[in-house]
């Protein structure tokens, strides 16, 4: 898949919901007028309106994107952790769905929720972020390469594995400040801290080890004019990995943003 495909795949997802929350209303009305349902009516269909109106007009903009476009994008290289430069961006999903293009515009990889059941389409964000999660960074191929894995509760911890199960370290939210910024530390399997995180918001920052080794950045609203000509979202964030970089620590770096972004959504 294609930048192109995926605002057409995001146009046409936002236009299912936009429809299914819209019959959802109506079916309400319905049921007010017929008597089989009581209470309030608009209290009962405004919060479907509303959500379908937003859909609409997601469906609406990704339609216009896809449509400016340029198709059948090639690339030389399709290697998710061999990337020094990954634009990223959200599918619509009940929990994550966090997709890795190159500055190509084809899609190199992705994190996924591997539990995608229909009925968590349903919860309400507040429910679904206090359920444990466990989710999957796949190549472009299908080829699971690390898990991350989430415990109960609302603070943003998370155990990174190898694709054989092996654990490459876990992050842990410092609970009595984060509700002011996100901090925290990324510990290796053995406990030793290793990445300090501080940061004050989450539109750019940077992750340095506690030697201060840099390791990789993330930025929002920057962009070489360039690839504005395949990605028409001038705030898509891009995760720059330092030339020095191993995979153990790319592996921990996508397990973080699994942790902090959870429940984005473009």
């Not at 309400?28 to 309106?49: D, E, K």
């Not at 959500?51 to 030389?76: G, H």
């Not at 290793?194 to 993330?218: T, V, Y």
Request: with cysteine.
């Amino acid at each position: 898949m294609d930048i192109q495909k995926y605002y057409e795949k995001t146009a046409k997802i936002s236009f299912y919901a936009a429809m299914i929350s819209l019959i959802i209303a109506i079916l309400f009305v319905v049921l007010h007028l017929s008597g089989r349902m009581a209470g309030n009516i608009l209290w009962l269909t405004l919060p479907f309106i509303i959500l379908s109106l937003n859909y609409y007009i997601r469906f609406r903009l990704y339609e216009k994107r896809m449509n400016e476009t340029p198709i059948n994008v090639q690339s030389e290289s399709m290697q998710l952790l061999d990337t020094e430069h990954l634009l990223i961006a959200f599918l619509p999903a009940p929990s994550l769905r966090m997709q890795f293009f190159n500055k190509d515009g084809a899609v190199v990889g992705e994190i996924r929720d591997q539990d995608m059941s229909w009925y968590k389409w349903l919860l309400p964000n507040a429910v679904s972020m206090l359920m444990p999660k466990r989710y999957g960074l796949f190549d472009c191929f299908g080829n699971r390469l690390a898990q991350f894995q989430s415990g109960v509760g609302l603070w943003s911890n998370m155990i990174v594995k190898d694709h054989e199960g092996n654990e490459l370290g876990r992050y842990k939210e410092n609970r009595k400040k984060a509700f002011v910024k996100t901090t925290g530390m990324i510990s290796k399997p053995d406990g030793t801290d290793w990445i300090p995180i501080k940061i004050g918001g989450l539109n750019s920052f940077q992750l340095d080890e506690m030697n201060g080794k840099k390791l990789a950045s993330f930025q929002t609203g920057w962009m070489p004019r360039e690839w504005g000509k395949l990605f028409k979202n001038p705030n898509m964030p891009i995760l720059t990995f330092h030339e020095k970089t191993d995979l153990e620590v790319k592996l921990v770096t996508l397990g973080f943003l699994s942790a902090i972004f959870h429940h984005v959504s473009n």
